[in-house]
Structure formats: structure tokens, C-alpha cells
T-cell receptor, first 115, second 115 residues
């Protein structure tokens, strides 16, 4: 079945450092891809999405590009802030006929940004 | 309210008791999803409703779990004869439709602890 693999954490960076969180997926067809973020003590929030190959999702300085050839959707940010400290989840929604539209999540990557 | 509302926010109960968790989706959202977040299993999909119908209940972990949705709005997830492995955060999400390109909006979850 469909699955998502993302890099294990925790990731600790200094403020203004460059961030990459790797995410790869296994799926039939053309799934929709998402990054969700969970800030401490808060619920899951959609960070960005891409619904077809070569689409780039972006929000709050974060970007991710849907790469069909490498089945990847890596999250990047050029300069992280302390306020970006959170757990980041890569996820997909399957494209096949039996899909219920549910999200399939990676395990999550905890990011800590130090001042 | 503007977002997905879940109640209770926390529930502590003894093993063997029944519990009922409630989700009030965003008004007008026809699709509703239940997920479970636990340390060992990450984020797992449980069940999906389109309107009042749940076309596939195979994601529910055992026959002790059931869910219903009435009036195309509020949903309840019921766990009978709770076990310690049921301890987790139960998340509800809603979206405008069941298609992958519609973002899912999450509630803050119900933290269930089985003693």
C-alpha cells in the first residue's frame, strides 16, 4: 500500500540556519502531497501542499517541490527561526479508485531551533 | 465555531470502561476523518465519513471501536471495553470534500488515557 518515509529526528539547528527535511513516498498514480506542522501544545496545521508533479507548495518561508521522478517532497527553509520549532509531518492522499481521501503520514520530524 | 471542535480534550478512564469521543466539524464540510496518534504507531487513519456514510470501516483497530455521524455534522467515536493500548490522542479532521486536493482541518484532539 501507499506509504511515506521521512527523516528521523530530532533535528537541532541554530537560528538562521538552512533547513531540509527529507520525505519520500510510495504510491500508485499521482497522489497529493502535504506537509503538516504541530507546534508545541497545538493541533496539526496544514503547512503547504502540492497536487501534481513539479508543483511547488510554499508558505511561511517553507517550500517543497513534488518530484515524481524521485518520489520525493522535501521540505526546505532558507533561514529558520526559534518559532519554527515544531514537529513536521509529511503526508499523502492516494489517487487510486479505492482511496477514501485519508492522509497517510510519515513518522514526523521534531525540529528544535536554538537562538 | 470557526474550526473543528473536539470534546473532551482529556479523558482518563479505567480499563474495561466505555468511552465516547465527540467531533464537531467545520460547518459545510461534508468529509470527516478520525485518526489516532500514539507514540508507537505515529498517526493512523481510523475511519472516513462522507455525509453520514462510512463506506469502509476496515481502518478501525478492533470491533470494540465504532463511529457514527448524524445530520452530516457531529460525529462520535465510541470505544467499548477500553484497553491500555487504546491510550492515544484521537484526532478529528474535516474537509470540503473527500478528494485529495481538499485540505483537511484538524481539531486539537482528545487525549485518552486508560489506567
Amino acid at each position: 500500500g501507499d506509504s511515506v518515509t521521512q527523516m528521523e529526528g530530532p533535528v537541532t539547528l541554530s537560528e538562521e540556519a538552512f533547513l531540509t527535511i527529507n520525505c519520500t513516498y510510495t504510491a500508485t498514480g499521482y497522489p497529493s502531497l502535504f506537509w503538516y506542522v504541530q507546534y508545541p501544545g497545538e493541533g496539526l496545521q496544514l503547512l503547504l501542499k502540492a497536487t501534481k508533479a513539479d508543483d511547488k507548495g510554499s508558505n511561511k518561508g517553507f517550500e517543497a517541490t513534488y518530484r515524481k521522478e524521485t518520489t520525493s517532497f522535501h521540505l526546505e527553509k532558507g533561514s529558520v527561526q526559534v518559532s519554527d520549532s515544531a514537529v513536521y509531518f509529511c503526508a499523502l492522499v492516494g489517487d487510486y479508485g479505492g482511496s477514501q481521501g485519508n492522509l497517510i503520514f510519515g513518522k514526523g520530524t521534531k525540529l528544535s531551533v536554538k537562538p | 465555531g470557526a474550526g473543528v471542535s473536539q470534546s473532551p480534550s482529556n479523558k482518563v478512564t479505567e480499563k474495561g470502561k466505555d468511552v465516547e469521543l465527540r467531533c464537531d466539524p467545520i460547518s459545510g464540510h461534508t468529509a470527516l476523518y478520525w485518526y489516532r496518534q500514539s507514540l508507537g504507531q505515529g498517526l493512523e487513519f481510523l475511519i472516513y465519513f462522507q455525509g453520514n456514510s462510512a463506506p469502509d470501516k476496515s481502518g478501525l483497530p478492533s470491533d470494540r471501536f465504532s463511529a457514527e455521524r448524524t445530520g452530516g455534522s457531529v460525529s462520535t467515536l465510541t470505544i467499548q471495553r477500553t484497553q491500555q493500548e487504546d491510550s492515544a490522542v484521537y484526532l478529528c479532521a474535516s474537509s470540503l470534500g473527500g478528494k485529495g486536493n481538499q485540505p483537511q482541518h484538524f481539531g486539537d484532539g482528545t487525549r485518552l488515557s486508560i489506567l
